[in-house]
């Protein structure tokens, strides 16, 4: 089984590299640059509200202040990926865009890799997002940067419904399509469709094993923002969030292990299985079980967004005759 540190990031093109730009960030990533505050309010009006001057002099917003992070991200959706209409239920995980956008970008190198180096594009690249949420974020994402169709799935049927009214709002059903996974249990089952085939399967899975472990982490996050503890002052979790959303028995590692080994049973169906890992202490358990379930490949790819540190763990089934193929005798692109 081969096993690869870090996968280099493919550009499109040079960007020039200013004291302003957040070079952790893929080169890809639209948000390296300062958010334009002064564009994002001409799209989003009601943002101006929650605009102040830092000690810089600079505009921002109090990033401890769910309403503020709610109504950037609905300006970005707007002003960056042509998303009208874009909202999600009080006490929902409210996802930190240019991270996720991250994501996303790494995951297409890694479909570049066994296609010429050329990342492929359009609908005819389909993706499972385990977990889409209330928020629908990937596939919103996944859509306008690069054609691909998306089937999201989730346990909760009270954020489908709110991913579904999203999608229905921006006309996007033809790209993005929502289900039910009845089973908590399960993983795939229940959820991929007999013959259905994927060029990529990605996950962020619950990286929490208990809500008292999430409440730690939401601290540790206002520390870092410089946020008084005062209980009284900040929201119990960081950008909301339910709890299934934010933690599962065992944790991250625990819910991608099972992921892996239910995968077995659609080895020959998906190209990539990915799972982004937020805790390097889950990565050797799984390895562990990506080496016990018998995959040919995989790959872990280096993430960063500021301090955060994570990676996004790869794994596949196919031998590299096969991925080469696979846009021949899988999806034909």
Known sequence: MKQHTKLPAVSEKNTKR?????????????????????????????????????????????FADPAAVKTLNRSLLRDVYGIK?????????????????????????????????????????????????????????????????????????????????????????EAISLRLQASPSAIFQGVVKRGELFDLCMCNPPFHA????????????????????????????????????????????????????ESTQYGDRCMWFTALISKSASLPGVYRAIKYAGALDNRTLEMAQGQKKSRIVAWSFLEDRQKLEWKVAGTGR
């Open 210 to 261: 208990s809500l008292a472990e999430a409440r730690s982490g939401t601290q540790r996050k206002w520390k870092n923002l410089g946020v008084e503890s005062n209980k009284k002052k900040i929201p119990v979790l960081n950008f909301g969030g339910q709890s299934m959303e934010l933690c599962c028995e065992g944790g991250e590692e625990a819910f991608v292990c099972r992921m892996i080994e």
């Open 85 to 173: 209409q874009w909202g999600i239920p009080a006490q929902y995980l409210c996802p930190p865009i240019p991270g996720r956008a991250d994501h996303l970008h790494y995951l297409a190198d890694l479909l570049a890799e066994y296609n010429a180096g050329v990342i492929p594009r359009g609908d005819s690249i389909r993706v499972l997002d385990i977990g889409v949420g209330a928020n629908c974020i990937y596939p919103l994402i996944g859509w306008h940067e690069y054609g691909w169709r998306f089937v999201g799935t989730d346990i909760d049927a009270v954020a489908l419904a709110n991913a579904q009214s999203i999608v229905d709002a921006n006309g996007l059903s």
């Open 18 to 62: 200013t004291p302003a730009e957040k070079t952790s960030l893929h080169p890809r990533n639209p948000h390296r640059a300062r958010y334009d505050f002064k564009q994002l309010v001409k799209n989003t009006p009601e943002l101006a509200a929650f605009l102040s001057l830092n000690e810089y002099g600079d505009e921002t917003i109090n």
